[in-house]
Every structure is written in structure tokens, then in C-alpha cells.
T-cell receptor, first 114, second 112 residues
């Protein structure tokens, strides 16, 4: 489990502020993903990246941004343009050798907008 | 459009009873399906995948292409099976990209 770390565990933000959620991995996995988990809606994909310096929008990318400057790191910025940012955010990684099918998840960050 | 449907938000059973968590999918290609589980205070993790046709912790899931279903079953539920279960569909894109589409999840509560 320690292979993927997310920080902080809890984050509070005032409306109009941008915040950045950290995701770091030492599994040497190629792919990294950000999901948003809301009650009754399952996991929805925000962004994903399968190589350094490249990333793709997921199903709900509006109001979010990412970067992938290092293989180990995939930070997610929640901007003020995100209309309803209060949620639980999960980072995941996957290995190319498994065709990226098995995803390994971090412990999550709970973001609350005050 | 690709979609995964888990019709039950909550499934409540007694210990020793059979369990079936339903999952239906919508996908025009050949599906690759998975079940993920999240126990209390633990991370979301892979439970099983249809390709391997394995039994994990007594759970099995059979892909039924005719009914577009991938239901998760266990003949005798245990209290430690209480968790949130997600069905997921894998999508592959040109360029080698891959992503999972998750259902809304079913919470299984096994009572003593």
C-alpha cells in the first residue's frame, strides 16, 4: 500500500481558491489516474497519463488541471472553475505489462470547499 | 455509449446466505470486466477479473455476453465480506491508452 501516497489526507479550501493535490508513487508504474468519488456515483475519471509529459482528459476534466513532469508524480489542481469541488479524490497507477488493467489506488484526499 | 450499471446501492444479507451483486454493461466491443472492492478504512483494490476466471475469497463472476452481465457471486457470505464493491469495464484506445469505467458501486452488508 505504501507505494502510492496522496497528500494531504484532508484539505479545506475557500471558494475561489485553487488547490493542488499530491500523488506520488514508487511502483515504477507508467500510468497514473485521477478519479473523483461521490456517494452514489462511483468513480469518475478526471485525467490520466500513460507517459511523462503527456496526459489525457477523462470524463469530467472541466475545472481541473494536471502535470506529469516526472514518472513518480501526477499532481492534480482543482481550480476555481470547478463548480462543485467538494469530493473524495483518488489517485491510481497501473503497469503497462498488465495492459494497464489492474489499477492500484492511493488512500485518497478529501477536499471540502467552505 | 459505454456504461456500467450496478442497480443495487445496498445489498443486505445474513451470514451464510448466498450473495449476488449485479453488474450490467453496455459496450460494442469485446469486454474486459473487473470487480474492485473497498473494505472499511482500506484502499480500493482489485478483487477479480473475468479473463482469469478465478475464485477470490470465495467470490466468482461469470461474463454473460448474451445478457451483457458480470454478476459477482458467493455461495455463503461472511461478515468480513462487508464492503463496497465496484464493477469496472476496461476500454482500450488507439495509441495504447486504456481507462476503466466504474459502476456506481454496491454496498454489501453481511449481518451476523
Amino acid at each position: 500500500d505504501g507505494g502510492i501516497t496522496q497528500s494531504p489526507k484532508y484539505l479545506f479550501r475557500k471558494e475561489g481558491q485553487n488547490v493542488t493535490l499530491s500523488c506520488e508513487q514508487n511502483l515504477n508504474h507508467d500510468a497514473m489516474y485521477w478519479y473523483r468519488q461521490d456517494p452514489g456515483q462511483g468513480l469518475r475519471l478526471i485525467y490520466y497519463s500513460q507517459i511523462v509529459n503527456d496526459f489525457q482528459k477523462g470524463d469530467i476534466a472541466e475545472g481541473y488541471s494536471v502535470s506529469r513532469e516526472k514518472k513518480e508524480s501526477f499532481p492534480l489542481t482543482v481550480t476555481s472553475a470547478q463548480k462543485n469541488p467538494t469530493a473524495f479524490y483518488l489517485c491510481a497507477t497501473a503497469w503497462k505489462g498488465e495492459s494497464y488493467n489492474e489499477q492500484f489506488f492511493g488512500p485518497g484526499t478529501r477536499l471540502t470547499v467552505l | 455509449a459505454q456504461r456500467v450499471t450496478q442497480p443495487e446501492k445496498l445489498l443486505s444479507v445474513f451470514k451464510g446466505a448466498p450473495v449476488e451483486l449485479k453488474c450490467n454493461y453496455s459496450y460494442s466491443g469485446s469486454p474486459e470486466l473487473f470487480w474492485y472492492v473497498q473494505y472499511s478504512r482500506q484502499r480500493l483494490q482489485l478483487l477479480l477479473r473475468h479473463i482469469s476466471r478465478e475464485s477470490i475469497k470465495g467470490f466468482t463472476a461469470d461474463l454473460n455476453k448474451g445478457e451483457t452481465s458480470f454478476h459477482l457471486k458467493k455461495p455463503f457470505a461472511q461478515e468480513e465480506d462487508s464492503a463496497m464493491y465496484y464493477c469496472a469495464l476496461s476500454l482500450h484506445f488507439s495509441g495504447g491508452y486504456n481507462k476503466l469505467i466504474f459502476g456506481a458501486g454496491t454496498r454489501l452488508a453481511v449481518h451476523p
